[in-house]
């Protein structure tokens, strides 16, 4: 079966660097997704990697290794409102997008 | 952000009701789709809609009846639900370019069945 992995919950300081990881196990590969949802709001997405590698986008990066099946988020300069769950999905080779259940992040001043 | 919007935003219903859960998508894309986000559990891919016609049913319940009139409107139909339906569902669209597109969500249905 299609599987994604990510923690449930993390938490981490105001001003720090977290990552969030996200391991994949599906039926081909056509690009991975993180999107990011507050609490009672719509996911918006932050970031697509289809080629191994780091993509930066401001105080986010997303890295991809395809070969280890393996994602991660980095999120720096943390601050309280990147409290919120960080959804990893997957693209398989059908073009269905498989979803992670998704990890809690959790900002203490 | 009002890309996709959805009505109402809170639903309260019982086992025997009848209701409609409605979605617009004002960026011009043609696909859109009904997810199920239970707590704590990966979103689950309901119903696509590509170009008006539907090209997924995950194997949902018949109590969900999905309907697009238009590339810009999406309504999911229910009736009879169970307890267990209760769940935020959220409806997302997309431009289709072969399977490369992004898509966008809508804040949702929190919907409760008693």
């Known amino acids: 079966g299609q599987n994604i992995d990510q923690p449930t919950e993390m938490t981490a300081t105001e001003g720090a660097i977290v990552q969030i990881n996200c391991t994949y196990q599906?039926?081909?590969?056509?690009?991975l997704f993180w999107y990011q949802q507050h609490a009672g709001e719509a996911p918006t997405f932050l970031s697509y990697?289809?080629l191994d590698g780091l993509e930066e986008k401001g105080r986010f990066s997303s890295f991809l290794s395809r070969s280890k099946g393996y994602s991660y988020l980095l999120l720096k300069e943390l601050q309280m409102k990147d409290s919120a769950s960080y959804l990893c999905a997957v693209r398989d080779s059908n073009y269905q997008l498989i979803w992670g259940a998704g990890t809690k992040l959790i900002i203490k001043p | 952000e009002t890309g996709v919007t959805q009505t109402p935003r809170h639903l309260v219903m019982g086992m025997t009701n009848k209701k409609s859960l409605k979605c617009e998508q004002h960026l011009g894309h043609n696909a859109m789709y009904w997810y199920k986000q239970s707590a704590k559990k990966p979103l689950e891919l309901m119903f696509v809609y590509n170009f008006k016609e539907q090209t997924e049913n995950n194997s949902v319940p018949s109590r969900f009846s999905p309907e697009c009139p238009n590339s810009s409107h999406l309504f999911l139909h229910l009736h009879t639900l169970q307890p267990e339906d209760s769940a935020l569902y959220l409806c997302?669209?997309?431009?289709?370019?072969?399977?490369?597109?992004?898509?966008?969500f809508g804040p949702g249905t929190r919907l409760l069945v008693l």
């Open positions: 997302a669209s997309s431009q289709d370019k072969g399977g490369q597109e992004t898509q966008y």
């Open positions: 599906t039926s081909g590969f056509n690009g």
């Open positions: 990697n289809v």
